[in-house]
T-cell receptor, first 112, second 113 residues
Framework: QKEVEQDPGPLSVPEGAIVSLNCTYS??????FMWYRQYSRKGPELLMY????GNKEDGRFTAQVDKSSKYISLFIRDSQPSDSATYLC????????????FGKGTKLSVKP | GAVVSQHPSWVICKSGTSVKIECRSL??????MFWYRQFPKQSLMLMAT?????????EQGVEKDKFLINHASLTLSTLTVTSAHPEDSSFYIC?????????FGPGTRLTVL
């Protein structure tokens, strides 16, 4: 079993829809949970990070972490065509300079 | 956030040659930089951690003699793919920062013929 599982999609939604992206993981030692957005042939861009369990909201984006279920989610409200990208979840065991374990990424397409 | 650049953005080389990829931190002095590799439709995989002034730390399964990392200054880390083969064709990305806020470069696409 891989450490981080993420459905690669592709996921296609109409503009304005609520998008739900998620990852599951196997190692309960993960402490930091991040969501990155990656446009084609570009480096990942950090969207949000959460430490331990709970919710975090930033504009149209909400990140949720459920450590008991080893499940994290990213919700995008009022999705826009500019949100079309690949979304990567990433996790870390902790420490200030620990490396990140990434999911495969989910490719999202928001149709106008 | 921090700005990280990579050069070149795209390189094609013949099998058996060596290729050097540069990663620069433009507005931050990074004692540690990370090198990742991403194959098509696969996740980013950490290859090595580059430490300024000391040897890099390689992940299991990554050949340190094939992927040479030099971090000679606080703003520059280089990855040299030696004796490249077609299976080394991939997207190489560097990053710097702390775990909850890593900033990635734009990546270098390597194609080995």
């Amino acid at each position: 079993q891989k450490e981080v599982e993420q459905d690669p999609g592709p996921l296609s939604v109409p503009e304005g829809a609520i998008v739900s992206l998620n990852c599951t993981y196997s190692n309960s030692a993960f402490q930091y949970f991040m969501w990155y957005r990656q446009y084609s042939r570009k480096g990942p861009e950090l969207l949000m990070y959460t430490y331990s369990s709970g919710n975090k909201e930033d504009g149209r984006f909400t990140a949720q972490v459920d450590k008991s279920s080893k499940y994290i989610s990213l919700f995008i409200r009022d999705s826009q065509p500019s949100d079309s990208a690949t979304y990567l979840c990433a996790m870390s065991y902790g420490g200030s300079q620990g490396n990140l374990i990434f999911g495969k990424g989910t490719k999202l397409s928001v149709k106008p | 956030g921090a700005v990280v650049s990579q050069h070149p953005s795209w390189v094609i080389c013949k099998s058996g040659t060596s290729v050097k990829i540069e990663c620069r931190s433009l507005d931050f002095q990074a004692t540690t930089m990370f090198w990742y590799r991403q194959f098509p439709k696969q996740s980013l995989m950490l290859m090595a951690t580059s430490n300024e002034g000391s040897k890099a730390t390689y992940e299991q399964g990554v050949e340190k003699d094939k992927f040479l990392i030099n971090h000679a200054s606080l703003t520059l880390s280089t990855l040299t793919v030696t004796s490249a083969h077609p299976e080394d064709s991939s997207f190489y990305i560097c990053s710097e920062g702390i775990v909850r806020e890593q900033f990635f470069g734009p990546g270098t696409r390597l194609t080995v013929l």
